[in-house]
């Protein structure tokens, strides 16, 4: 069963328009929710994070938008840069110190 | 600091063989983590250690072992290497006290098993 999923395997931009990941999870009771970047032959990267107690959290280009009714997250990037390109993780965790939960990824691929 | 290391980068074995997976953190973290990635998918558990001493399954713990002696080392053993084991492994750890348990990666370890 699985309890966070990014739907979109991929998803292809022009360089300067905004990108939007997607994710949805199934157990209302995952208290954090975070985004992590992924580059070939590298281990992943934190990104950014949301408490499940927020609706948004800001950082530099990068939102995360949470809609708790709807179990759904997402990640805008504005504006895209092709440095970005990369494969975006999505993942969930149970409580302080917990285990996480990952997506199966969304590979962004910014175009100039 | 060199945050989280894996040693090798690449390893083929044949099936029926064992290895070691070394990791390493000088972090200081108190939580350990294995992960596999197979193509296409994310990230899943193997096992994971909340100190030296301590260690619990994860997701997909089936074929693998671990030990943690140290704050520092989180060795992953296959003893009998199977096919199926063919993935990539990321070692991670992470603060205790961290409210977002955010999570370092090390670089991971690309194994073939034919």
């Known amino acids: 069963d699985q309890q966070v999923k990014q739907n979109s395997p991929s998803l292809s931009v022009q360089e300067g328009r905004i990108s939007i990941l997607n994710c949805d999870y199934t157990?209302?009771?995952?208290?954090?929710f975070l985004w992590y970047k992924k580059y070939p032959a590298e281990g992943p990267t934190f990104l950014i994070s949301i408490s499940s107690i927020k609706d948004k959290n800001e950082d530099g280009r990068f939102t995360v938008f949470l809609n708790k009714s709807a179990k759904h997250l997402s990640l805008h990037i504005v504006p895209s840069q092709p440095g970005d390109s990369a494969v975006y993780f999505c993942a969930a965790s149970l409580n302080q110190g917990g285990k996480l939960i990952f997506g199966q990824g969304t590979e962004l691929s910014v175009k100039p | 600091n060199a945050g989280v290391t894996q040693t090798p980068k690449f390893r083929i074995l044949k099936i029926g063989q064992s290895m070691t997976l070394q990791c390493t953190q000088d972090m200081n973290h108190n939580y350990m983590y294995w992960y596999r990635q197979d193509p296409g998918m994310g990230l899943k558990l193997i096992y994971y250690?909340?100190?030296?001493?301590?260690?619990d399954k994860g997701e997909v713990p089936n074929g693998y072992n671990v030990s943690r002696s140290t704050t520092e080392d989180f060795p992953l053993r296959l003893e009998l290497a199977a096919p199926s084991q063919t993935s990539v492994y990321f070692c991670?750890?992470?603060?205790?006290?961290?409210?977002?348990?955010?999570?370092?990666f090390g670089p991971g370890t690309r194994l073939t098993v034919l």
């Open positions: 250690s909340v100190g030296a001493g301590i260690t």
């Open positions: 157990n209302s009771m995952f208290d954090y």
């Open positions: 991670a750890s992470s603060y205790f006290l961290a409210a977002n348990n955010e999570q370092f």
